[in-house]
């Protein structure tokens, strides 16, 4: 379950990375800033998106990392992925930075 996990941190840092900082996804996310501050926030924090990415993720794919009460450890596990995630994407903005984007 530990190499799932990993791969599902990846996909949530892309994800967030892709919906937070990208032109594509500028028009959703001034929309919903303009309808909601919690949604329009959500979609402009990709450290945010992540996390919510990631429970989602986990509610499908059901990883188990630790073993104990299942719902604590969808949880627990939901918080591992994005804070992996949480690096991927911080290493992505500082490549696009680097790269003049």
């Excluded at 979609?43 to 993720?57: D, E, T």
């Excluded at 991927?88 to 984007?101: D, F, H, N, S, T």
Aim: charged residues 15%; contains cysteine.
């Amino acid at each position: 379950m530990i190499e799932l996990s990993v791969l599902l941190s990846l996909v949530t840092a892309s994800v967030s990375f892709t919906v937070a900082e990208t032109k594509l996804f500028l028009p959703l996310r001034e929309r919903m800033k303009n309808k909601s501050a919690f949604f329009g926030e959500l979609l402009s924090c990709g450290y945010c998106f992540g996390h919510w990415f990631a429970f989602v993720l986990v509610a499908v794919y059901r990883p188990l990392l630790f073993h104990v009460w299942r719902p604590l450890d969808y949880f627990l596990t939901a918080l591992v992925i994005a804070w992996l995630a949480a690096f991927q994407w911080a290493v992505l903005c500082w490549l696009m930075e680097k790269a003049g984007k």
